[in-house]
Structures are given as structure tokens and as C-alpha cells.
């Protein structure tokens, strides 16, 4: 007997949407259980539509080229949108990929308002909408006893979020304390491994497709400061803004300064840190010298790491995480696994 299907309406379909079209096409044997239909993949074009569920086969072949969705031939048009999709309520699950804006996180916040206040469950890789409202969207949820997926907002395929609402259930998080760009600590690695100095080692990076053509969120430290901030808001019951974090990057770093730092055994990294101390919360992205002692010692190259201190489960580190479209995709059918199975993140 066919197992009833978890049908998945994709909102944005850049190339973490079509990166998730794919592991659902290479991964089919292995999510029969879950049965994943996805009725609904829309952007700011139109988008396609089968009650019955696309084929993921032909639109991911499709899809390869030509990114004009409207086009596909079973299903496509500019008359399919969000708003349709509210209308036929036939889906279950709401994949929110459309682009990040920290401004007012439209339109991303209210697909994931509207979703939830109609009973679907949301999986999101949107920071925007976790950034500015991530305490009213888990109310909304939890009214409408639906789940909020949101481990792609902060380190993709390292399972931040994840770890922290589920692993450490029960305790109070004290500190955060990671490392959570890989940009960043390519560069920093590069510059100890071979000599380079900063504008060479950031070029290479570049070459390699590691960093951006504009690095500035990366290696100014706001991609760091983001990724803390909704660390810290969704795990430690706050309500904070990036005017709270003291945020510095590493573009004054010079190599003889990582040269002294090795000499005494250390390494540098740009490390996002949150400290509770009593009713205050200190929070700051800088780069700092590590001691060999400290887990975040050995994250090297693209990795990443994210330390937490607690006063009951005591210290847990995760460290890893591959970076780019792929893991990101697959950071988000994790969640959409974990509501299947009943995992509860809200």
C-alpha cells in the first residue's frame, strides 16, 4: 500500500531550490517513507502546479536549463502563487527559500506567517524572518501546532540550531561560543599554511570560489554576527538586534601577527561569542587567539564549530559542516525528516 504522501510547496527556486529538487531525485529510495510530493515550486515569475506532484525527475532536468519555471510544460504559469497555493490549502509542508532581507525580511516573513497561521509546517532557509521575529513566528507555530524548521539560518549543514533546541533540552545555554564562517577561516588557515598576507590569501579563496566578488559580510564579520545573533535569540530566549553584538572582521590581520600567535601555540579565528554574566548578555565577533585546549583549536580551512556551556549538560561542540548549495539543501530536507518523524523544534 502506497504510503499517504508529505506534499511540499517550494517558495523560491534559486540554487538552494534546485539543489533540493535534486536530493530529492537522487535520494528517492531512501525517502519512500516519507514519500515527499511536491505539488507547488514557485518564484517571483509564477511558478508550477500538479495536485498530483510534479515529476522531480523532469523538472530537475528541466530546471538545468532554463530558469524561466513558467515554461515548464505540465503545470507551468505566471498565474501560479503564493496566494494560489493558500487558496487549494493541498500541502503540508512550506520550503521558504527566497532571498535573506535583514530589513524588513519580506518577502520571506509573511510566506512563513501566512503558512503557519494556515496550519502548514514551515522549513526555512530565509534569516531574515528568524532575525527580526523569530519569537512571534514559534508563538504562531505553536498556536497552531505546526513546526518551524530553521537549521539552514545558521551554518547550513552544521546542525546549530538543531543540536541546541534538541540536545540540549532541558538545560540553560550560558554561553555560545563559535566559529561560523568558513570564508573566513579559509583565509585565516591559508595565511598560516603558506605565509600569504591577508589580500593574497582573500584572492585565493576567491579563485576557489570560496569567497564572494564583494567579501565584506564575510570578512567584515556580519555573516558571523547574523548566524549569532539567531543562535543566540532562538536558544537563549532573546530579543536581540546586530546593534547589540560589538562586531570586528580580519582585514587588519597580517601574517607576522599570526606568526607571533604560532610561536606561542596559538591560532587566530573569528569567533562569534555570547556570554551570559547574571542578568547581562556581552556578545562579540572578533578574532581572538585560540589556545590549544579549546575545541575550536582544530576547526580548520572551510569547517566550522559551534561551542555551547550549559549548567546542567555542560560543554557540547559540534564541529564540521560542509559549505555550499548542496549542504544547504540537505540541512533543509534534514528538518523536513525530523518533522516527519516528529521532532519538535517550537
Known sequence: MRRKAMRIAIIGFGGVGRAFLRLLKDKKDELKEINPQVNYVIDYMGGIYDPEGIDIEKLADFSEKNRDITKYPIG?????????????????????????????????????????????????????????????LKEIARKNNVQLGIGCTSGGALPTINAGIIDMAGSNILSIEGVLNGTTNFILNEMESTGAEYQ??????????????????????????????????????????????????????????????????????????????????????????????NPLYGVDGKNKAVRYTSD??????????ASGVTPAAASILRDLINIYMGCKFV
Do not use: C
Open 76 to 136: 507551468g504559469s505566471p498565474e501560479i502563487t503564493f496566494d494560489s497555493m493558500l487558496a487549494n490549502k493541498d500541502v503540508d509542508v512550506v520550503i521558504e527559500m527566497t532571498p535573506t532581507n535583514k530589513e524588513t525580511g519580506e518577502p520571506g516573513m509573511t510566506h512563513i506567517i501566512k503558512s503557519l497561521e494556515n496550519g502548514f509546517h514551515v522549513v526555512t532557509s530565509n534569516k531574515g524572518p528568524i532575525l527580526l521575529g523569530y519569537k512571534k
Open 200 to 293: 593574497e590569501a582573500l584572492k585565493k579563496a576567491q579563485q576557489a570560489g570560496i569567497a564572494e566578488t564583494d567579501p565584506t559580510l564575510d570578512v567584515e564579520g556580519w555573516d558571523t554576527a547574523t548566524k549569532l545573533l539567531i543562535l543566540t535569540n532562538v536558544l537563549m530566549n532573546e530579543e536581540k538586534t546586530l546593534d547589540d553584538i560589538e562586531v570586528e572582521g580580519i582585514t587588519s590581520i597580517k601574517v607576522s601577527d599570526i606568526r607571533e600567535a604560532a610561536e606561542k601555540g596559538q591560532k587566530y579565528k573569528l569567533v562569534g561569542k555570547t556570554i551570559r554574566k547574571e542578568d547581562k548578555l556581552e556578545m562579540s565577533v572578533r578574532l581572538e587567539k585560540i589556545n590549544p585546549d
Open 312 to 321: 546542567t549538560l555542560g560543554d557540547l561542540t559540534i564541529i564540521g559542516g
